[in-house]
């Protein structure tokens, strides 16, 4: 697992247009057993106002209606640590594995997954640090808002 | 807490919607702290194909986006025990009270939301109860794709 993957390079290319729409920048792909990209897309909470869009909302949006089957074995690539509401999405459709961009700007659930069985990996990708810093620099409102802070 | 509280009457008025339009019989509303209506919905796979509009989720999608002190002290009330990905989406945005309708039919987070500090009640409805029996009945598949399950 390492940042050439073509799972992470889907998620932080929706990152990076999150960020080019002047949104949260965090993005997310769910690319399954075999392989192959499920669904991808990247939080939305700017551009539509949604509090419930995150990244890996996002990419099992965009995924469909699907059968448990189809989640088997799968892996969530997303740019950041999942919060809460992400990890218990996961954890829903029971993907195997996350692969997560960073955590040095946030920490979800990763320890909760991996009391549940899923295996978490960093792959500590600078790029999406500094789009998560740049981010929370310049609207720290709107970012504490998308993690539930004051 | 009991079924006559206007946020579970909110929640159950929008299950019998969902069983209306052929979806899956789920509501959900969430109340601020003061008692008002921040915003309600039910389950939305059947109707829009979404694998994540879970009742809870079309209620917080419904109440927007709201700085956290919104969610201060709110309760979410929901027709059944709340999936993985829901009872994350409490924890994300820090509600203090889960009412549900039921956990007869179907068991979610409830564990995981006393250990984080949510108090969680179950006014143990009949009308919750019979509406999800009958669906489950009609539309196994559906409801186990809606929980991951196979």
Redesign the interface.
């Not at 106002?49 to 419930?52: A, D, E, L, Q, R």
């Given at each position: 697992m390492s940042e050439s993957d073509i799972g992470f390079q889907a998620a932080l290319e929706e990152a990076r247009k999150g960020a080019s729409e002047g949104g949260v920048p965090i993005g997310a792909c769910l690319v399954s057993a075999d392989g192959k990209i499920l669904g991808r897309g990247h939080n939305l909470?700017m551009q539509e106002?949604?509090?419930?869009i995150h990244g890996e909302?996002a990419a099992?949006?965009n995924?469909?209606?699907?059968?448990?089957?189809a989640?088997e074995g799968a892996t969530m690539y997303t740019t950041l640590s999942p919060?809460?509401?992400?990890?218990?999405?996961c954890?829903?459709?029971?993907v195997k594995r996350v692969v997560l961009g960073e955590n040095s700007t946030f920490v979800g659930?990763e320890d909760?997954l991996k009391q549940r069985g899923v295996e978490v990996i960093n792959v500590k990708s600078a790029e999406c640090e500094d789009l998560m810093k740049k981010f929370i620099k310049e609207h720290p409102?709107e970012w504490?808002?998308d993690?539930?802070?004051?």
């Open positions: 909470r106002g949604s509090p419930t909302i099992l949006n995924a469909g209606r699907l059968p448990a089957s989640y919060c809460d509401m992400c990890t218990g999405a954890l829903l459709y029971k659930g909760y409102g504490n808002e993690i539930g802070e004051q």
